[in-house]
């Protein structure tokens, strides 16, 4: 039985030969690209299930969708750099008070 690395190791040989062996890639990734929120069709195709905008206002509302979403996204994303910025800093206020106490890390005695 192959281990997990040799599986791994035969997954991205089989990958590789299979992207060498593709024509046309933008064909190959059409389908996923299509089925992805940064696509237009992809919201046109939610708004149409949803039912509630009506059929000539789908390509507008479709675009308004996508804006929202990234927004929402972008949103989410300042949030959590916000967050990692302040426990950083307090990180560091904290191993700066430690060391005015006289703590020192192991390595710089």
Do not use: F
Not at 19 to 31: G, H, I, L, N, V
């Amino acid at each position: 039985m192959a281990t997990p690395e040799e599986r791994s190791r035969a997954a991205r040989i089989a990958a590789h030969s299979s992207w060498a062996q593709t024509p046309d890639r933008r064909e190959r990734t059409q389908p996923a690209t299509n089925a992805s929120p940064v696509s237009l069709e992809y919201w046109e195709k939610k708004l149409r299930e949803e039912g509630v905008v009506r059929e000539e206002d789908i390509s507008k509302a479709a675009v308004n969708a996508r804006s929202a979403e990234m927004r929402r996204r972008a949103l989410k994303s300042a949030k959590a750099r916000a967050r990692n910025r302040a426990e950083k800093l307090e990180y560091h206020q904290n191993r700066h008070e430690a060391w005015e106490r006289g703590w020192r890390p192991k390595d710089d005695l």
